[in-house]
């Protein structure tokens, strides 16, 4: 008696929705409690709909005021003091996301299974006569479910216990002798069964196909690390040799700049020596002169005469050496180079220099082309050949969308961003680095690497279509920034009446069926990049095959310079880049 007590207690102070014990407890004008915070938020939940009972589905007109309910909450704290706690799990109440047991009257517990025979879920109490009662042992049993009404037949009101596989659906007994009389029909069970071991040796498939990609990922993981490793040790070898190479040319340097002051040291001393001589000789010189000087100005002829004979010859002058300095005056005998003394020597490091630079640059090709080709050769296999139809093309079609940050202002981007159209105002576009500022053009959102093929609708008279590294210069001239002026894009420019590509500002006229749109065709890969004329039939107008160094982005021009003027498209123009089908 006792328990059944606690179990009434249990079952009337419990909040329906949160399924625990009544906090701050509230009656609503149907007469039925939550608990305060439970009720807000399923109302708050369902703001847009007349609020509701959960229990009982009664609405209000308007959400009722919530008032403590004192009587109640006074008696769960007093049944809180004695132990009472939520309802067991068995004994849960069915809540607004849960199954409820068709067969409970008033307050519904939550089902514990549904049967797919009886189309009826059960809670754990009305469940029992299915595990004892022998028929009823044979009923299907599953997890508690919301779609049993789904193997009704609407038609027939009977469970749909056939499957026609003409119709590819669930009918019941009479529909397979009426409407589908003479279809290929099976009992649902039978086409599970089929499906079932169709599903099995399929997931069989996938299990393998996961053990082999599983494989192929260690293969890659091994292979990341050895590319990692070598790349390392080259980095730590190339460092070597280079630090080597500087070592040795700063050492010669250092040898050359000692050799250099050694020999300015020794030519300074031997002028300065030079210098010294020609001092004393001065020196003696003028006092020679001071005697003859004072010698002349004597009156007295018998003293001239007397002291005239006793001057000593001049002694033989280092001025008359072999040593000259060309000129400093026509009459000077010494002459000098000026400023040249180790030009020799400048020359002499400017050749090694030269010699160098040509080495490095007939050499610096083979180290470049060494690193780009490093190639890791993996278990897929090489890149298949360019397709030969327009279905083959079509394996690789991709959707382009346009970058709003590259678009010049006089471009209008719409058709979300895949086409763009001439227009006369200056759109607002916000700064940005990425922007095209001189040139009429706009790159795609995301790069292209591997193999790729769409399509361009042009309406106008001359466009671009395209393709372009990421670094191409975007506020240049148009020399720098204009597809296919420089060696960072490639261009097919279409006229009304001819084609012309363009590349690393190279033309070369192409000839072919004129037509509004351009298939372009990229295997980034293998270097290719191919432009077709769409029609009824795909004609190639002009196929590249290089090296391609960066990931592309396809890319739409208008207008075209002409005498150094650039040559803006009519208004309206525009081009769309479309997905082929």
């Given at each position: 008696?006792?328990?059944k007590?606690?179990l009434?207690?249990?079952e009337?102070?419990?909040?329906?929705?949160c399924?625990?014990?009544?906090?701050?407890?509230?009656?609503?004008?149907?007469?039925?409690?939550?608990?305060?915070?439970?009720?807000?938020?399923?109302?708050?939940?369902?703001?847009?709909?007349p609020?509701?009972?959960?229990?009982?589905?009664?609405t209000?007109t308007?959400?009722?005021?919530?008032v403590?309910?004192?009587?109640?909450?006074?008696?769960?704290?007093?049944?809180?003091?004695?132990?009472?706690?939520?309802?067991?799990?068995?004994h849960?109440?069915a809540?607004?996301e849960d199954?409820a047991?068709?067969f409970?009257s008033?307050?519904?517990l939550r089902?514990?299974k549904?049967c797919?025979?009886?189309l009826?879920?059960?809670?754990?109490?009305?469940?029992?006569?299915?595990?004892?009662?022998a028929?009823?042992?044979?009923?299907?049993l599953?997890?508690?479910?919301r779609?049993?009404?789904?193997n009704?037949?609407?038609?027939?009101?009977e469970?749909m216990?056939?499957?026609?596989r003409?119709?590819?659906k669930?009918?019941?007994?009479?529909?397979?002798?009426?409407?589908?009389?003479?279809?290929?029909?099976?009992?649902a069970?039978a086409?599970r069964?089929?499906?079932?071991?169709?599903?099995?040796?399929?997931?069989q498939?996938?299990?393998?196909?996961?053990?082999d990609?599983?494989k192929?990922v260690?293969?890659?993981q091994?292979?990341?690390?050895?590319?990692?490793?070598?790349?390392?040790?080259t980095?730590?070898d190339?460092?070597?040799?280079?630090?080597?190479?500087?070592?040795?040319?700063?050492k010669?340097s250092s040898?050359?700049k000692q050799k250099?002051r050694?020999?300015?040291?020794?030519e300074?001393?031997?002028?300065?020596e030079?210098?010294e001589?020609?001092q004393?000789?001065?020196?003696e010189l003028?006092?020679?002169d001071?005697e003859?000087?004072?010698?002349?100005?004597?009156?007295?002829?018998?003293?001239?005469l007397?002291n005239?004979?006793s001057?000593?010859?001049?002694?033989?002058?280092?001025?008359s050496?072999?040593?000259?300095?060309r000129p400093l005056?026509?009459?000077?005998s010494i002459s000098?180079?000026?400023?040249?003394y180790?030009?020799?020597v400048?020359?002499a490091?400017?050749?090694?220099r030269?010699?160098?630079?040509?080495?490095?640059?007939?050499?610096?090709t083979?180290?470049?082309?060494a690193?780009?080709?490093?190639?890791?050769?993996?278990s897929?296999?090489?890149?298949e050949?360019e397709?030969?139809?327009?279905?083959?093309?079509?394996?690789?079609?991709?959707?382009?969308?346009?970058?709003?940050?590259?678009?010049?202002?006089?471009?209008l981007l719409?058709?979300?961003?895949?086409?763009?159209t001439?227009?006369?105002?200056h759109?607002?576009?916000?700064?940005?680095?990425?922007?095209?500022t001189?040139?009429?053009?706009?790159?795609?959102?995301?790069s292209?690497?591997g193999?790729?093929?769409?399509?361009?609708?042009k309406?106008?008279?001359?466009?671009?279509?395209?393709?372009?590294?990421?670094?191409i210069?975007?506020?240049?001239g148009?020399?720098e920034?204009l597809?296919?002026?420089?060696?960072?894009?490639?261009?097919?420019r279409?006229?009304?009446?001819?084609?012309?590509?363009?590349h690393?500002?190279i033309?070369?006229?192409?000839?072919?069926?004129l037509?509004?749109?351009?298939?372009?065709?990229?295997?980034?890969?293998?270097?290719?990049?191919?432009?077709?004329?769409?029609?009824?039939?795909?004609?190639?107008?002009?196929?590249v095959q290089?090296?391609?160094?960066?990931?592309?982005?396809a890319?739409?021009a208008f207008?075209?310079p002409?005498?150094?003027?650039?040559?803006y498209?009519?208004?309206?123009?525009?081009?769309?880049?479309?997905?082929?089908?």
């Amino acid at each position: 008696m006792a328990q059944k007590g606690d179990l009434l207690y249990q079952e009337t102070l419990s909040c329906s929705i949160c399924l625990e014990v009544l906090k701050d407890p509230v009656a609503i004008p149907c007469g039925h409690s939550y608990c305060m915070n439970c009720i807000k938020s399923f109302w708050d939940e369902g703001e847009r709909k007349p609020p509701s009972c959960p229990q009982c589905r009664e609405t209000f007109t308007t959400r009722p005021v919530l008032v403590k309910n004192t009587m109640l909450a006074v008696l769960v704290e007093q049944l809180k003091k004695t132990g009472l706690q939520a309802a067991p799990a068995d004994h849960c109440y069915a809540g607004p996301e849960d199954v409820a047991c068709d067969f409970c009257s008033g307050r519904k517990l939550r089902a514990v299974k549904s049967c797919l025979v009886c189309l009826a879920s059960y809670c754990q109490k009305h469940l029992q006569p299915h595990h004892d009662v022998a028929p009823l042992k044979k009923h299907k049993l599953v997890d508690p479910s919301r779609n049993l009404q789904d193997n009704i037949c609407p038609r027939h009101d009977e469970v749909m216990k056939m499957f026609c596989r003409t119709d590819q659906k669930c009918i019941c007994y009479l529909c397979s002798v009426d409407e589908h009389k003479g279809h290929d029909t099976v009992t649902a069970a039978a086409e599970r069964t089929e499906r079932q071991r169709e599903m099995e040796v399929r997931r069989q498939q996938i299990q393998q196909d996961i053990q082999d990609r599983e494989k192929d990922v260690k293969l890659l993981q091994q292979e990341v690390e050895a590319i990692d490793h070598s790349a390392d040790k080259t980095v730590e070898d190339s460092e070597e040799i280079f630090t080597e190479l500087i070592s040795l040319l700063q050492k010669r340097s250092s040898d050359v700049k000692q050799k250099i002051r050694s020999q300015q040291e020794t030519e300074v001393r031997r002028v300065r020596e030079l210098e010294e001589k020609l001092q004393q000789e001065i020196t003696e010189l003028k006092r020679r002169d001071a005697e003859m000087k004072q010698l002349s100005d004597t009156e007295d002829h018998n003293q001239f005469l007397h002291n005239c004979p006793s001057l000593s010859p001049l002694s033989e002058s280092t001025h008359s050496s072999s040593i000259s300095i060309r000129p400093l005056t026509h009459s000077s005998s010494i002459s000098i180079r000026p400023l040249s003394y180790f030009k020799d020597v400048t020359a002499a490091v400017s050749e090694v220099r030269g010699r160098l630079q040509d080495i490095l640059r007939d050499t610096w090709t083979n180290v470049s082309l060494a690193v780009t080709e490093v190639d890791v050769l993996l278990s897929e296999p090489r890149p298949e050949p360019e397709p030969t139809s327009r279905a083959g093309f079509l394996k690789y079609s991709c959707e382009i969308t346009l970058d709003p940050n590259t678009v010049n202002r006089r471009l209008l981007l719409s058709k979300e961003n895949k086409t763009v159209t001439v227009v006369k105002k200056h759109q607002s576009y916000s700064d940005h680095p990425n922007r095209f500022t001189n040139v009429p053009q706009v790159l795609s959102r995301d790069s292209l690497t591997g193999r790729h093929y769409w399509e361009v609708e042009k309406k106008a008279d001359v466009v671009s279509v395209a393709v372009s590294y990421k670094n191409i210069s975007r506020s240049g001239g148009w020399k720098e920034s204009l597809f296919g002026r420089n060696d960072k894009s490639w261009s097919l420019r279409c006229y009304s009446n001819r084609y012309v590509f363009y590349h690393n500002n190279i033309r070369t006229s192409i000839s072919g069926p004129l037509s509004s749109r351009i298939g372009v065709y990229l295997d980034h890969r293998a270097g290719v990049l191919s432009f077709y004329s769409v029609s009824e039939t795909m004609t190639l107008l002009h196929r590249v095959q290089t090296s391609f160094t960066q990931p592309l982005h396809a890319g739409v021009a208008f207008g075209f310079p002409l005498l150094g003027d650039y040559i803006y498209p009519s208004l309206g123009a525009s081009v769309e880049l479309c997905k082929p089908k």
